[in-house]
């Protein structure tokens, strides 16, 4: 009997990530929890019912290129869409008599989908940059020089 265990899930970062490497082999590791939005319908006295949200988080972890490609490109507040597998790790608290499970989703693939959401007073204060880090400002004022040919 074949067996399926995927999961897809879309939420934003709780903090920024930061990549580790495992002592035995130096792999690169990135361990990282996204916050997902779950919405439900409350149910109001006069039997109306409303759309409310609740927020749960996921661990997640990448390895080796993938853990990389996150710790590069991904931010605290950054959205994401990603790919992979649940698995369950068990782990003993001294004290303790039963182990404790830990379930987290190992990262197969992962996909930009949008920017974290911006406050105005932030946008007023940083001139705006594009990819590459030059001001868009200048290239504004630079194109609208009509000495320019193009």
């Known amino acids: 009997m074949n ?3 995927q999961v897809t899930i879309m939420g934003r970062l709780t903090a920024t990530p930061e990549l580790h490497f495992t002592r035995a082999s130096g792999l690169p590791v990135c361990t990282f929890y996204l916050a997902v939005d779950r919405p439900y319908r409350k149910v109001v006295v006069a039997g109306a019912a409303e759309q409310e949200k609740e927020t749960d988080f996921f661990r997640i972890v ?3 290129s993938v853990a990389e490609f996150v710790c590069k490109y991904f931010d605290k507040g950054d959205q994401m869409l990603l790919s992979g597998a649940l698995r369950n790790s ?3 608290v001294e004290g303790e008599e039963k182990p ?3 379930t987290e989703i190992v990262v197969k693939e992962i ?3 949008g920017s974290k959401p911006k ?3 932030m946008a007023q204060d940083q001139p705006v940059k594009s990819l590459s880090g030059v001001d868009l400002a200048e290239f504004e004022e ?3 020089n009509e000495d320019v040919p193009f």
């Open 3 to 5: 067996a399926m265990n």
């Open 100 to 102: 404790r499970i830990q």
């Open 111 to 113: 996909f930009f989908t």
């Open 62 to 64: 990448a390895w080796r």
């Open 119 to 121: 406050s105005d007073e």
């Open 90 to 92: 068990k782990y003993q």
């Open 142 to 144: 630079l194109c609208a």
